[in-house]
């Protein structure tokens, strides 16, 4: 990729947000501007994080080619609530020593899981799918964001502690957010 010829297809969106963001799909890029922002940033933007997109569009290319092997998990709807709540009792312990937390499943457009600042841990029904190694690294996760709400250093050391491979389990989930529809896209915030 060049200033005078990007290889990707460039979108632009304006949102509210306070900075500026980057997704990337398989036909491109999508750059979600802040009101009032100069578009004439937009090739200084992608050009600053040419190698993160390069990277991600890469991941993202070899998990729809992984998609189409991909078998889901088949389990009911009460067996995947009582999978949670055991998964959730041991990570909260693991982590915080109590379990704070109150468990909500429900359909989310765009993430696996997230959790709240009072420490209510909401879980996409899809993840019913996934096999159980791979709901246990998304509580982990969310559980970890209970001490720490950023993707910074401290947080990826309490991931760390279980899971040290999460980068390629963040892989895995790729695979099965482009198998079920759940976003065909990454972001960088």
Not at 95 to 106: A, K
Request: charged share 30%; aromatic share 6%.
């Amino acid at each position: 990729m060049s200033s005078s010829g990007n290889k990707w297809k460039i979108q632009i969106k304006r949102s509210r947000g306070i900075r500026p963001k980057l997704i990337v799909n398989p036909e491109g890029i999508l750059v979600i501007l802040p009101e009032g922002f100069d578009e004439s940033e937009v090739c200084t933007i992608v050009e600053r994080h040419k190698h993160w997109i390069e990277k991600k569009h890469t991941e993202l290319i070899e998990a729809l080619e992984h998609a189409k092997t991909v078998k889901l998990i088949k389990r009911s709807k009460n067996g995947f609530r009582n999978l949670v709540k055991k998964l959730v009792e041991q990570a909260t312990k693991d982590v915080l020593g109590i379990n704070p937390c109150r468990i909500v499943i429900r359909k989310m457009k765009t993430r696996w899981a997230s959790c709240s600042p009072k420490g209510t841990i909401t879980i996409n029904e899809l993840a019913k799918y996934l096999p159980d190694y791979l709901i246990s690294y998304i509580i982990y996760h969310e559980i970890c964001h209970i001490l720490e709400p950023r993707h910074n250093e401290v947080f990826w050391k309490c991931v760390q502690k279980r899971h040290p491979n999460h980068k390629e389990l963040e892989k895995e989930l790729l695979v099965y957010e482009v198998k079920l529809g759940l976003h065909c896209s990454i972001e960088d915030t």
